[in-house]
Structures are given as C-alpha cells and as structure tokens.
C-alpha cells in the first residue's frame, strides 16, 4: 500500500474532507499555504494560482494532529 501525506502510517486519513477543497484546506491547515519559497515550482502546478489560500503557517507541534 502507498503511503500519502493524509495516511502516515495508518489507514486512517488524517485530513478527512467532504471535498477536494476541504480536504487541501485541511492539509495546508496543518502543513502550512505552499509557497516560491518552500515549493519551488509550485506556481507552475497546473490550477495553482486558480485558487487563493490563506497564508497559513505550519504547525509546530505535529503531534497534535
């Protein structure tokens, strides 16, 4: 089984959304708003400047997830 950023380790799903939407609010929530600087190429994803997040920082304890 592959593992994915919302399945560490477990079967259970750590960002669980009714939507797609939901569900990357969730993550960046947690993760923290990508950006040029943490992901490089992120403005060339395709459908990346199509939505606008709110800066969002990552947490600082993850345990808490």
Sequence with gaps: MMT???AWGTEK???QG????EQISRI???LGTPSEQT????????????L???NMAPLEDMRSV
């Design 39 to 50: 992901w490089p190429s992120w403005n060339t994803m395709p459908d990346a400047t199509k």
């Design 13 to 15: 799903w750590r960002f």
């Design 52 to 54: 606008i997040f709110d």
């Design 28 to 30: 960046f929530s947690v």
């Design 18 to 21: 009714h939507s797609d939407l």
């Design 4 to 6: 994915s950023v919302g």
